[in-house]
């Protein structure tokens, strides 16, 4: 293991993105980046199964973008600035996004930022 790395399991919240991580989750960060296209985009709103099918994602990854789950999203390999373009496609915003990775509602995470009525 890296030396720079050490300990970093014991961080709360922390998920390293290494090349174990990236490798797994290729298939999933191409599909997720892909929203950046209209059509790809289109064919998700439309048909998320479809769009699944068309990516070939495993049904677990399946299982993630349909639960918005963000935490076994980012542990499973998903790149963040991936899972902004579901984000925006899905009309959740960044801060919303954030808290769950927190494991907080989104008032309890503005609570800890110094920016009135953000959302």
């Given amino acids: 293991m890296n030396p720079q790395l050490k300990g970093i399991e014991t961080l ?5 993105f290494d090349l174990e991580r990236s490798g797994r989750g290729l298939r999933l960060n191409r599909f997720l ?11 998700f709103k439309e048909d998320p199964e479809a769009a699944f099918e ?3 994602l495993a049904a677990g990854e399946r ?4 639960e918005l789950d963000w935490v076994a999203l980012i542990r499973y390999g998903a790149s963040f600035f991936c899972l902004e373009k ?7 915003s960044n801060p919303e996004m954030v808290s769950a990775f927190r494991g907080e509602t989104l008032e309890q995470f ?3 930022r110094n920016v009135p009525g953000a959302r």
């Fill in 12 to 16: 709360a919240g922390t998920y390293l």
């Fill in 33 to 43: 980046h892909g929203l950046t296209r209209p059509a790809k985009r289109a064919l």
């Fill in 54 to 56: 068309e990516a070939g």
């Fill in 63 to 66: 299982r993630m973008v349909r």
């Fill in 86 to 92: 579901l984000a925006r496609v899905k009309g959740v």
């Fill in 110 to 112: 503005l609570k800890t």
